[in-house]
């Protein structure tokens, strides 16, 4: 199965949405290589970016339902690398 590298960029404008938020990142955790979250005090938010290699529709699943939360925006960026381009061992 071919996979691709994305990184979801989430921002938390409802401190409500965290634990619904966490569920579903949890449910994908096995293709999230990374992920680091920033709270942002004084706007009142939480930015939160996720890297990913996992089958397009499978980021697209995730990304769909992050952004169906209620109070949470997500944008999905993809990488042209995918399962096909990884370097070999030398």
């Known amino acids: ?3 691709r590298i994305a990184l ?3 921002i938390v404008e409802k401190e409500e949405a965290a634990g619904q938020l966490n569920n579903l990142l949890h449910e994908y955790r096995e293709c999230i ?3 680091m ?3 942002y005090r004084k706007k009142g938010v939480n930015i ?3 890297a990913v290699d996992a089958a397009q529709d499978k980021i697209n699943a995730l990304s769909g339902k992050i952004g169906r939360l ?3 925006s997500a944008k999905t960026v993809y990488s042209n690398v995918t399962g096909a381009h990884l370097p070999q061992a030398e």
């Open 1 to 3: 199965m071919e996979t």
């Open 8 to 10: 979801i960029g989430i």
């Open 33 to 35: 290589v990374g992920r």
């Open 37 to 39: 979250g920033i709270p």
């Open 48 to 50: 939160i970016s996720v």
């Open 70 to 72: 209620d109070g949470v």
